[in-house]
C-alpha cells in the first residue's frame, strides 16, 4: 500500500458513479469529494440526457455547492463521471475551472450504458501537467454490482502500488 493521501472526486447523476466512488475509497482508504450542482437536471430521463448533453456540448459550467475538501491537499486524486455525450458530465468543467490540478498523480474513471467516447481523452486534456495512472470504464456497473466490485477493487489497487 503507498502513503498517498488520495481522494476520490466524482459527480454522479443516477448512483453509478458514486457506488464506484465508495468502492474505491473504501479499497485503498481514500477521502472522496462529491462535486454538487446548486440546480438538479430534470427527474425525466429524456430531458435529463437532452439537458446534460447539451451542456456538454456548450461547454456549460453549472455552478457548484461549496467543496468540504481541498483536492489540491491530496497527492493521488481519482477522478470518476459518468458519460454525457460522448465526453466527462459538465459539472467537472466547473470544477477543473475553480480546482488547478498540476502535479498530482491522476487516475480516471467513467460509467457509461455505451462506450465512454472522448471521455479520457477530454480529461487528459484539461489535466495536462499531471501523471496518470490509469483508467477503468465501466457499463452500468449497478447492474453488475458484484463484477464491479471485483474490477474496481483490481484497478484501485493497481493505481494506489
Excluded: H
Excluded at 481522494?7 to 475509497?25: D, H, M, R
Excluded at 499531471?130 to 483490481?154: A, C, D
Aim: charged residues 25%.
Amino acid at each position: 500500500m503507498s502513503n498517498n493521501k488520495s481522494l476520490v472526486v466524482y459527480f454522479s447523476q443516477s448512483g453509478n458513479s458514486k457506488f464506484i466512488a465508495e468502492t474505491i475509497a473504501q479499497e485503498i482508504k481514500a477521502d472522496t469529494l462529491e462535486i454538487k450542482t446548486r440546480k438538479s437536471l430534470p427527474k425525466a430521463t429524456f430531458f435529463k440526457l437532452f439537458i446534460g448533453g447539451m451542456q456538454v456540448i456548450f461547454k456549460s459550467k453549472p455552478e457548484l455547492l461549496p467543496f468540504d475538501k481541498n483536492p489540491t491537499d491530496y497527492d493521488l486524486i481519482i477522478i470518476g463521471t459518468p458519460v454525457w455525450a460522448s465526453s466527462y458530465a459538465s459539472p467537472l468543467n466547473t470544477f477543473f475551472s475553480k480546482v488547478q490540478i498540476n502535479g498530482k498523480k491522476i487516475a480516471l474513471y467513467c460509467c457509461c450504458g455505451g462506450s465512454q467516447g472522448k471521455t479520457f481523452e477530454n480529461m487528459k486534456n484539461v489535466l495536462k501537467g499531471n501523471q496518470f495512472l490509469g483508467e477503468l470504464e465501466l457499463k452500468s456497473p449497478l447492474n453488475s454490482k458484484e463484477e464491479s466490485i471485483r474490477k474496481t477493487r483490481e484497478w484501485a489497487r493497481t493505481i494506489n502500488s
